[in-house]
């Protein structure tokens, strides 16, 4: 079976050389500085012959949480929401463990914009999307909200 597969390219830091290097101005997430220092933030995967380096679930959540609070797109923000509950859901951590350790990583004020954000709508296309019952995407989320 095919399917498509979208990858963004993301690294931890854009400067002023970067677009001219590859073309193109990537996604910086200086969380992902942690990936690339620290072995107990990744996971290292062989593909494509190549040795890559994912971050773990926890990172991800946290950059997950810093992206959705900056969206002026709604169907990326929604993604994010899909992306979120996927990750509390259906990683290896137990959910309040993976949003307690994932929640360390992101600012206060951050996530005192998460808080503040209503996700109505995206906690509705992201139910129909993951195919989960409506209250459940909505815990996940307000457990986010909890201080």
Same mark, same amino acid.
Do not use: H, M
């Given at each position: 079976m095919f399917f498509p597969i979208y990858v963004d390219p993301i690294i931890s830091y854009v400067d002023k050389d970067v677009k001219t290097k590859?073309? *193109?101005?990537?996604?910086? /997430?200086?969380?992902? &500085?942690?990936? *690339? /220092?620290? &072995?107990?933030?990744?996971r290292e995967v062989k593909e494509f012959g190549k040795r890559l380096l994912l971050p773990t679930q926890e990172i991800l959540l946290a950059t997950k949480l810093n992206a959705a609070v900056f =969206?002026?797109?709604e169907h %990326?923000?929604? %993604?994010?929401?899909?992306?979120? $509950?996927?990750?509390?859901l259906f990683g290896e951590m137990p959910i309040d463990n993976i949003i307690k350790t994932?929640? =360390?990583?992101?600012? &206060?004020? =951050?996530? %005192?914009?998460?808080?503040?954000?209503?996700?109505?709508?995206?906690?509705?296309n992201c139910s129909k999307v993951l195919g989960l019952e409506l209250n459940t $995407?909505?815990?996940?989320?307000?457990?986010?909200? /909890?201080?």
């Open positions: 590859l073309g *193109f101005t990537p996604i910086d /997430e200086p969380l992902l &500085k942690l990936v *690339f /220092e620290n &072995k107990k933030y990744r =969206r002026d797109k %990326k923000r929604y %993604k994010d929401i899909c992306d979120i $509950v996927a990750l509390c994932g929640k =360390r990583f992101v600012s &206060k004020d =951050r996530l %005192k914009r998460f808080r503040d954000i209503d996700f109505e709508q995206d906690i509705i $995407v909505n815990s996940v989320i307000n457990r986010i909200k /909890e201080r």
